[in-house]
C-alpha cells in the first residue's frame, strides 16, 4: 500500500536516504511523517529538497482541473516578479495577502487591497490575513462556502504562508493542524487534500522563487534574518559618501549629491553600522549595483524585506546577487 507523509505529500519509502519521502525501513509501516518533516517538527532542523516546480506546465494543469484558485502573497516582500504568475491563472483567483502580522498596526488593510489594484492587478477578491494571528481566516473560509467553492487550489511562492493557511483553517475548525511548515524552499513536495467540511483545499508545493535571498545565502544566515513580529521600520540618513552595512549581506552606499532618508522594514534584530565609505572594504566583493530611486519608491529585497525611500536617491548597493533587488512605488 502506498502511503504518503501527512507533512509534505511525499510517498513514504525506505530506499533513497535523503530524498523526499524517505523513512527508516522499520518505522515505514507506522509513520505518518516523513523523516524530514519529522525532524522539521520536532527538533526545528532544516534542509531542502531540490525539486523545481515548473510554473507555466503547473499553472496549465491546475487550469484544466478549473478549481478555484488561492493565491498567496508574502506583504513582507512583494513584488512584480510574485504577481506575475497571476497573469497566467484563468480560473477564479482569491488573491490572499498573508503575514499580515508582520507589518505596522497603523497600516490600514484597506489601504493595502488599494495599493494592490492600482499598482498591480485588479483582483475582484483581495484578502488581508494573519495565519500566525488567526486575523481574517474566518472571513476568507466563509467566502468559499459562500461562492459555494468546493474544492480548490492554494497555491504561490515558497514561505507565502500556503500550508500555514491551511493549518489555520484546520485549527479554526477544532482540527489539529497536520501539514509541515518551514520557511524553506520545497517544504511541500507533492498534493495534499485536506477537507474541511464540505470544503476540500489543495496544498501544493511552492513556486521557487530564483531572485530570492534564499538561493545565495547559508540556511542559518536566512532563517536568522527572517522577521517573526511586528516590524518596527528603522530610520537612517545618509549623507554623500556614507554607507549603511547590514548583518553580513548587505552594504548600502549613497553615490549621489544629496542626503537620502532610508526606512527599513527588515527583522527588528538585525545590526545595522553606519560609516564613511572610505573607511570600509566590507562586502565589496558582492554583487555590484547602481539604484536611482525618485520620490516615494520602495526597494525590495527578495525573500527579506523592502526600504522606502522618501525622496529622490542615487545609490551603490553591495548584495550576494543584485537579480535580488527591485523597484516598486512605495506601499507604506
Avoid at 510554473?55 to 491546475?62: C, G, H, P, Q
Avoid at 484558485?69 to 508574502?74: E, G, R
Avoid at 524552499?185 to 474541511?196: M, S, Y
Avoid at 549613497?254 to 527588515?266: A, C, D, K, V
Amino acid at each position: 500500500m502506498i502511503k504518503k507523509c501527512n507533512g509534505c505529500g511525499s510517498i513514504l519509502q525506505s530506499e533513497k536516504i535523503g530524498e523526499e519521502g524517505y523513512i527508516k525501513d522499520n518505522k515505514l509501516e507506522t509513520a505518518s511523517y516523513c523523516e524530514r518533516c519529522f525532524k522539521i517538527i520536532h527538533y526545528g532542523e532544516s534542509s531542502i529538497i531540490d525539486k523545481k516546480v515548473d510554473i507555466k506546465s503547473f499553472l496549465n494543469e491546475v487550469e484544466k482541473e478549473k478549481y478555484p484558485i488561492i493565491y498567496l502573497l508574502d506583504l513582507t516582500c512583494l513584488s512584480q516578479n510574485l504577481i506575475n504568475p497571476l497573469t497566467k491563472i484563468k480560473n477564479k483567483v482569491y488573491l490572499v495577502l498573508t503575514k499580515r502580522d508582520l507589518l505596522p498596526k497603523s497600516v490600514k488593510n484597506k489601504k493595502l487591497i488599494e495599493y494592490i489594484k492600482n499598482n498591480f492587478c485588479n483582483i475582484e477578491d483581495i484578502f488581508v490575513i494573519s495565519s500566525e494571528k488567526m486575523w481574517n481566516i474566518d472571513n476568507l473560509y466563509n467566502r468559499l462556502v459562500k461562492d459555494k467553492v468546493k474544492k480548490c487550489f492554494c497555491i504561490g511562492y515558497t514561505n507565502s504562508g500556503k500550508s500555514t493557511l491551511i493549518n489555520s483553517f484546520l485549527k479554526s475548525k477544532g482540527k489539529k493542524s497536520i501539514i509541515t511548515t518551514s520557511p524553506l524552499p520545497n517544504t511541500t513536495t507533492e498534493l495534499i487534500n485536506i477537507k474541511l467540511d464540505d470544503l476540500t483545499i489543495i496544498d501544493t508545493p511552492g513556486f521557487l522563487n530564483e531572485k530570492s535571498i534564499v538561493n545565495y545565502v547559508d540556511l542559518k544566515t536566512y532563517k536568522q534574518a527572517l522577521p517573526k513580529k511586528e516590524i518596527k521600520p528603522k530610520i537612517y540618513f545618509l549623507r554623500p559618501g556614507y554607507m549603511l552595512i547590514i548583518e553580513n549581506f548587505i552594504r548600502i552606499e549613497n553615490t549621489g549629491n544629496e542626503g537620502t532618508t532610508l526606512i527599513f522594514y527588515l527583522k527588528n534584530e538585525l545590526k545595522y553600522r553606519k560609516l564613511k565609505i572610505t573607511t570600509s572594504e566590507d562586502l565589496k566583493i558582492l554583487d555590484k549595483v547602481k539604484i536611482d530611486t525618485k520620490k516615494d519608491e520602495d526597494i525590495v529585497i527578495e525573500g527579506l524585506g523592502f526600504i522606502k525611500i522618501p525622496n529622490n536617491s542615487s545609490l551603490t548597493i553591495y548584495i550576494e546577487n543584485k537579480e535580488i533587488l527591485s523597484k516598486r512605488k512605495k506601499m507604506i
